[in-house]
């Protein structure tokens, strides 16, 4: 079983690099979403009676997969699915509030007040020229992150329901939506952290 990527150092740089934000996203969805079939598949326990040649001889509809021991589910959905989750979820909530925040280190941040001053003082004809009103200022870095940070919200979820719907279907999971099953998961942790403080 893949592990999955190590967790990144968060630093605004990090998130500005959306190629790197990108890229980690990417290995990480690789290595537990997009492969949750043979994950899956890894746990369901071996036949017991062995291959009975017999069973090929009939065609018919492919038989339902077999369901997944709930201990060995429950243990792949809490040490492998929930803290990749959790740690595309940390990242993204990071790069979304540094999207958010005052840029005082956007390196373009002189060139785009140049160019709205020459756009300013720019005389426009529309008569001899109807696309000479046109102007697209460059978009700020923060602009830029709020808007891949959207996109990439937008992918995790869809990832995220496809992986839930074959999980439910393999380990019988009772939770409705990947949401709540991940909100229930925090809780749990939460519980578990709060208790070993306490002794």
Not at 72 to 82: A, C, P, Y
Not at 121 to 144: G, H, I, K, M
Not at 157 to 183: F, H, P, Q, Y
Request: some cysteine; proline content about 8%; aromatic content about 8%.
């Amino acid at each position: 079983m893949a592990n999955p990527p190590a967790v990144p150092e968060l630093t605004p740089k990090f998130c500005f690099s959306t190629a790197a934000l990108r890229d980690f996203l990417r290995v990480s969805r690789s290595s537990v979403d997009d492969t949750i079939t043979q994950h899956l598949n890894a746990l369901v326990v071996p036949s017991k009676t062995g291959f009975d040649p017999s069973s090929t001889s009939l065609r018919g509809a492919r038989p339902p997969s077999r369901q997944i021991d709930p201990a060995l589910s429950r243990n792949f959905k809490d040490k492998v699915l929930f803290p990749a989750w959790q740690t595309r979820s940390h990242v993204l909530s990071y790069c979304a509030l540094v999207a958010t925040s005052p840029d005082p280190d956007d390196p373009e941040a002189a060139i785009r007040a140049s160019e709205n001053e020459r756009n300013r003082e720019r005389v426009v004809d529309e008569r001899l020229d109807p696309y000479s009103a046109r102007y697209f200022p460059r978009e700020p870095r923060t602009e830029q992150l709020a808007s891949t940070i959207r996109m990439e919200q937008g992918v995790e979820n869809i990832v995220r329901t496809r992986t839930w719907d074959i999980v439910k279907e393999r380990c019988g999971e009772s939770a409705t939506t990947w949401k709540e099953a991940l909100s229930e998961w925090r809780k749990q942790q939460e519980l578990g952290q709060t208790s070993s403080v306490r002794e």
